[in-house]
């Protein structure tokens, strides 16, 4: 069901009386079949997070909250736009628990709260003359509250977003010490590879596998260093929403304790403009780090390109084939030095075995 749909505003024909009575009384029952449904599913939290205790008090308040509405009579007061907003709430509080949202699940129970004992109150002979004006200032404060929860939902999933990022940092990190540490001592060990990396382009044109292997090590770890570098800026980023989101729920709560006071359209244009304008500029932030991404993905093809255009494989072929020979002559000189030096060793035992027999 599309609940942000119950908030467009569309011209509705005048109803009568009757048709009233009967929508809320029709709306009435669907809250309290929704409650009966949170309530009875006891909402089970399976992170872990919530306390015992504060289950309990999630029970026994959505089971008054329950009570109060099956209690609930029929209203002269057209409270279908109220119950909407209500029913809007209800249907994210079972996840705001599942899942130790526990904030979320305070703030929903909040508007909950309010809808349930306030916004539907009855109205007194006194305000009969007034009474649309009575339901816009209600169904504007639960708007509030609606406001105050959608922002709390996104800053569960900017957490959850973090957390997830910071064990990417942490295996990123881990895998970049392990890569730049090797890198270092085959460089260490092999400066004769490293130097033909560095006269590449300039009087030779050959390049062996190893220095191959140690130029792939260096990609490598410019990759992971890249890649530790955009999850941090993305997490910079999210951090600042989550700031920024919060930052606004504190807004909105201070208005609304404020002597009770609704907060007035000018400060909610502000605070949409200040989110559109922060949105904006996170979706700027996106799209570079995007770009980053694709920059780097274009650095990675165009060096496998280069070193699989056929000249590369041939000169690495041919240089392979140049270093393995060179490796057979090293093994058989070292090979005579070893023969030499048992010539050397044998024709000493003999010399001095002829001494003794003198």
């Not at 872990?48 to 029970?59: A, F, N, V």
């Not at 165009?302 to 041939?314: G, I, K």
């Amino acid at each position: 069901m599309a609940f942000l749909d119950l908030f467009k505003k569309e011209q509705q024909p005048q109803r009568t009386d009757r048709e009233t009575v009967s929508d809320v009384r029709s709306s009435t029952q669907q809250i309290a079949m929704k409650l009966a449904q949170i309530r009875f599913a006891e909402s089970a939290d399976i992170s872990g997070r919530i306390s015992p205790e504060k289950m309990d008090w999630y029970r026994r308040t959505i089971g008054g909250l329950t009570s109060q509405i099956d209690r609930a009579q029929v209203l002269r007061l057209d409270t279908t736009e109220i119950d909407r907003r209500i029913l809007y709430l209800t249907e994210y509080l079972p996840d705001a628990i599942r899942y130790g949202n526990e904030e979320t699940a305070d703030r929903i129970i909040k508007g909950m709260t309010y809808g349930i004992t306030r916004a539907r109150r009855d109205i007194g002979e006194k305000d009969m003359d007034r009474p649309s004006d009575i339901v816009e200032k209600r169904v504007r404060r639960l708007d509030m509250h609606r406001d105050i929860v959608e922002l709390s939902r996104k800053i569960d999933e900017l957490t959850r977003s973090m957390t997830q990022q910071e064990k990417m940092l942490e295996k990123y990190k881990a895998d970049y010490e392990v890569c730049r540490e090797d890198l270092k001592k085959i460089s260490v060990r092999r400066p004769d590879l490293v130097r033909e990396i560095d006269e590449l382009g300039f009087g030779s044109n050959q390049l062996s596998a190893g220095a191959r292997g140690i130029d792939t090590a260096r990609v490598k770890v410019i990759q992971l260093s890249d890649s530790i570098e955009n999850l941090e800026r993305q997490k910079a980023t999210n951090e600042a929403a989550l700031q920024q989101n919060m930052s606004t729920i504190r807004t909105l709560e201070n208005q609304m304790t404020q002597a009770d006071a609704l907060v007035d359209e000018q400060t909610l244009d502000h605070i949409r403009k200040q989110q559109e304008q922060f949105q904006s500029e996170m979706l700027k932030l996106e799209h570079q780090i995007d770009e980053m991404e694709r920059l780097n993905k274009d650095f990675t093809r165009s060096l496998d390109a280069m070193y699989s255009s056929p000249e590369m494989v041939d000169r690495i072929i041919r240089h392979a084939m140049e270093y393995e020979e060179l490796e057979r002559k090293e093994a058989s000189k070292e090979a005579g030095i070893r023969e030499g030096l048992e010539n050397e060793a044998t024709l000493e035992a003999q010399e001095n075995e002829a001494m003794l027999n003198m």
